[in-house]
């Protein structure tokens, strides 16, 4: 899979969401809001690089049809160009793009999720797996092929003129559990990836 190449630099990895903002179900023909994703993180203890690979960012309106099932709003798509991070390149402030400024139609989505693909780690110099390696690839859990649910404040609701921005957290400490102790003659035996994604801030301006 390609690596989107990304300048180095730290808070804890964040996704900042931009859209607008109303009450109700997303409507045609009412007006659109501008989404774009972007991402940055902080250091970690025991891992060098955390590559996420993620195929699909999307969004879930307020009401579902339950013949039809949730008109998904998709930010990005593409299972085969995912796109591609190393989280602990993005620190100091620094942070990526994901998607780029993306119209969606006014109304109000109560979930944001997106699916991570795939996950690989390596440690930092001096530690290694029980095997001897410093690199692994993750298991990814079944729930995320769904997506992984970003734990909002709120709804997020859309209207024609605004813009809102919510700053999500994705830290690596938290979705990058070590497994094993680094200090005993055992070391690290694995790398359990738990996601979980949650909002940190938001706020609302008119375009």
């Given at each position: ?19 607008g ?14 989404v ?21 960012v999307?969004?879930i ?9 949730p ?65 692994r ?49 055992a ?12 909002e ?8």
């Amino acid at each position: 899979m390609n690596h989107k190449t990304l300048a180095a630099a730290g808070l804890s990895m964040a996704l900042l969401f931009v859209t607008g903002c109303d009450a109700g179900t997303p409507v045609q023909g009412e007006g659109e809001a501008r989404v774009q994703i972007l991402l940055t993180d902080a250091p970690a203890d025991y891992i060098e690089e955390a590559w996420v690979w993620i195929s699909r960012v999307y969004l879930i309106p307020g009401e579902e049809d339950p013949e039809q099932g949730p008109p998904f709003v998709d930010l990005f798509n593409d299972a085969e160009n995912p796109l591609s991070y190393d989280l602990l390149t993005l620190r100091d402030g620094v942070i990526a793009d994901m998607t780029g400024e993306v119209d969606v139609p006014a109304g109000r989505y109560n979930q944001l999720r997106m699916i991570v693909a795939d996950a690989e780690v390596t440690l930092v110099d001096g530690y290694t797996f029980s095997d001897g390696g410093s690199t692994r690839k993750l298991f990814i859990p079944s729930g995320a092929r769904s997506g992984i649910k970003v734990n909002l404040s709120e709804a997020i609701t859309t209207e024609a003129g605004t813009i809102s921005v919510v700053l999500v957290d994705f830290d690596v400490d938290q979705n990058f559990v070590i497994q094993g102790n680094p200090a005993s003659p055992a070391g690290i035996q694995g790398v359990l990836f738990t996601p979980k994604l949650r909002e940190l801030s938001r706020t609302v301006d008119r375009n």
